[in-house]
């Protein structure tokens, strides 16, 4: 299992919007359900929303509905973040894992977002 790579954080205005990606090398993405948590400081990690391989959302957090668009790539093996009017209770470091690597304990660095003025 080689962790996801995470990028696209960054600081943002309240009301504002970003894109996080979620990457891998391994062939197996197109197999495997890609799930979006996100960790603030001293808090569990949790869980934001999922996307199916097909493409379905399977969850997605109350405080986020309306405001979060997840899609994926399988050819190019890239699932994505969209959050939109973000809030400052948005920031957090937000990470990608497949179901297996949420059970081996096997994370990415995370990409960290700030809302902020």
């Known amino acids: 299992q080689v962790p996801f790579v995470e990028s696209g954080g960054g600081l943002v205005q309240p009301g504002g919007s970003l894109t996080l990606s979620c990457t891998t090398s391994?062939?197996?993405?197109?197999?495997?359900?890609i799930n979006w948590y996100r960790q603030i400081p001293g808090k569990q990690r949790e869980l934001v929303a999922n996307?199916?391989?097909?493409?379905?959302?399977?969850y997605m957090l109350d405080s986020v509905k309306g405001r979060v668009t997840i899609s994926r790539d399988n050819d190019k093996k890239t699932a994505y973040l969209h959050l939109s009017d973000v809030k400052s209770e948005d920031t957090a470091v937000y990470y990608c894992?497949?179901?297996?690597?949420?059970?081996?304990?096997?994370w990415g660095q995370g990409t960290q977002v700030t809302v902020s003025s």
């Open positions: 894992n497949s179901n297996t690597g949420v059970k081996r304990g096997i």
């Open positions: 996307i199916g391989t097909g493409g379905m959302i399977d």
């Open positions: 391994q062939d197996i993405f197109r197999l495997v359900v």
